[in-house]
């Protein structure tokens, strides 16, 4: 027994985590509220060079072939950094479906090269988020049932959306759609891992969100000072804080865990992504709260950073299931509730 | 990352799976009634015949010199089976790994293998009438008697079995000039010493679990003294880190309540309310999380590193999980839920939880300051 990332793990995180302080500041995420394509293709480009398109390839289709215990962690830094880009869809979700499909070999090579972004229509395609500046869009067929028969041209399928997060660039999947769909040749078990590895990669976005929101309100509380002292010396401030902070580290854990159960291709994998999911929607959103509340009313505006990250936060949360819906998945899988 | 446990632990598991088996006890009294105490002791002596009363501690002392892994799943193994409350726990898990850290080599071997044995019962002298949460507000005092050793004096309540322990360990002022944590001393105290007067008392339950301990000019050896005079607050704190953190609640005995959760949901049938159902589901994956947040912990201590104040972060998380199980095995009870039975009990249990071992509101303050850095009041 040992949980815990490798040395190898932690340096890669760190890597990235380093990677993005610099080349994705809060004023590069701004920059993707007014040209989210531009600044997704920039940074896109310093990320495909590190060799995150192809991080959950195999080696023997041109990727680094690291494993979703890999993977994970450098998500929750994607969330840290609130990274304007589908990583998530294109690196964890598409790019193994593509890997696995004969016929996508010429997608996997633009993909690898960093030519070509992916976005995933999950719901009866209200929103997808970036749809507006994919190249391609997975189309799924009823979630829970697996991810991603279909690829369509974005160009054509969708229609650009204004979201509450301006950065993630949301289209309306067109219906019916004007191109011909094209299925991926897929197993069932195949389509079933890429809808664990998004629940999974989402939840991990969402801890790194929420670690971003409480270290930026504990710093701000530590500063701000309202009758003579720091508001972060007051209890009712304290313990906003410490909540938030017990809901993150209760949240990580599992979020570790399911990516360990996807690795493993343990029976209880959807179990724990569901779980994952649930505990890392729910923390995000509490601590999105809680940092807006303890920040008071600087944070009620657009003019300084926070709502960047609290926005992500309101505008992911409930991709990939909702914390209430990924629930329901573990009351069937406890054997509390008929599938 | 290796979330299996090789196969010496498992067959660790399998070893003490079968004997608690054949062994549990079943319908004991409560332990915190005088002849349930009594039953509960008879029991612990059973474990410690068969080498199962403390796993983790040295062959010498009654253990297995068990890492602390298989001690996790002794935990696991001995929740699931329904063993009982271990009442010897104030000893075996709060004492003795301050006495295994503080104590002399004479120490350990006087104190560790009668405390294993259930022979020595131990409750904790903490709170005082004017010092619950603010234990550094402790008035009790020792002071050198001149032929040797030294004379106690004061008062120690909400001592939890004290009326049926036989020793007390606790925080006496040795320096009458000190303030707060400074000039603080631990002491180890025999219960039946001239000048002890204990008071049993009912707790929320009904129960004789709470005991104020009066001591009068009480006379201790030198040696009743836990790692040297004056020192008394950071061997305390010692304590109270196994008391917030793993050894006192480990994962099991919430896994094991959120599996009978789960079993009493699925008795109840068509009875359970989407609602409920939801409330259910939210408390067996907090006592997952909690699992997995101590697995990661383990970790960390087995590469060398102390939990220290991230212990906060398991009391408050343990005790709300602890009254959320039992609150919502309580609605899946409905009118039913008022009898005197094991989920209300637990739960009159679990309301102790965010009380003892420094109130959730001092440790969120903790959290907040040693693992965020807010400035301190």
Known sequence: ???????????????????????????????????????????????TALGIAGAAVPTARGGLGLAACDVVPLLEEAGRAAVPLP???????????????????????????????????????TGVPYGAIADLVLVSAGAADGLAVHVLDAGSACRPERSIDHARAVARLLTPPSVDRRP?????????AAWHRGVVGCAAELVGLGRTLLARTAAYVKERHQFGVPVGSFQAVKHHLADGLLALEFAAPAVLRAAWSIDRGCASVGRDAAMAKALASEAA??????????????????????????????????????????????????????? | ?????????????????????????????????????????????????????????????????ASLWEWLIFEEEYYRAGAPPRVTQNGIFLLAPTVFEYGTPQQQDAILPRMAAAEDLWCQGWSEPGAGSDLAATASRAVRDPAGGWRLTGQKTWTTRGAFCTHLFG???????????????????????????VRGFERLDGDEGFAEVFLEDVHVADDAILGGVGEGWRVAMSTTGSERGLTLRSPGRFMSAAERLIELAQARGSDVTP???????????????????????????????????????????WSELDIRLHATALDLLGAGAELDGPWMRGFLFALAGPIYAGTNEIQRNIIAERLLGLPRT
């Open chain 1, 1 to 47: 027994m040992r949980f815990a990332l490798s040395e190898d793990q932690r340096a890669l995180r760190d890597g990235v985590r380093e990677l993005l302080a610099g080349e994705c500041p809060p004023a590069l995420v701004r920059a993707a509220w007014t040209d989210p394509a531009a600044a997704a293709r920039s940074l896109w480009a310093k990320l």
């Open chain 2, 275 to 317: 609602l409920l159902r939801d409330r259910i589901v939210q408390a067996w994956i907090d006592a997952e999380a909690y699992q997995l947040f101590t697995l990661g912990q383990v970790t960390k201590i087995a590469d060398g590193g102390s939990p220290g104040a991230e212990s906060s972060l398991n009391k408050v998380f």
């Open chain 1, 184 to 192: 991926l040749a897929l197993t069932h078990g195949e389509r079933v």
């Open chain 2, 171 to 197: 925080l006496f002022r040795t320096d009458p000039a000190s303030e707060r944590h400074r000039g603080l001393t631990y002491f180890l105290v025999a219960l039946d010493a001239d000048g002890v007067t």
């Open chain 1, 285 to 339: 959103e509490r601590v999105a709260r809680i940092a807006l509340q303890c920040h008071g009313a600087i944070a009620y505006t657009t003019e300084y950073d926070l709502h960047l990250f609290a926005k992500r936060v309101w505008a992911s949360s409930r991709t990939w299931g909702s914390a209430e819906w990924q629930r329901g998945r573990v009351a069937v899988a406890l054997g509390l509730q008929l599938d």
């Open chain 1, 87 to 125: 990583i998530l869809e294109t690196a964890f979700v598409a790019a193994p479906l593509l890997a696995q499909d004969a016929g996508a070999t010429p997608a996997l090579e633009r993909l690898l090269a960093g030519e070509l972004l992916v976005a995933c229509a999950l719901d009866g395609a």
């Open chain 2, 1 to 65: 990352m290796d979330l299996t446990y090789t196969e010496t632990e498992q067959a660790f598991r399998t070893q003490a799976r079968k004997w608690l088996q054949a062994n549990v006890p079943r319908g004991l009294r409560s332990g915190d009634t005088a002849e349930g105490f009594a039953q509960h002791v008879e029991w612990e002596k059973r474990l410690f015949d068969a080498r199962w009363a403390v796993v983790s501690w040295p062959e010498r002392y009654g253990g297995r010199d």
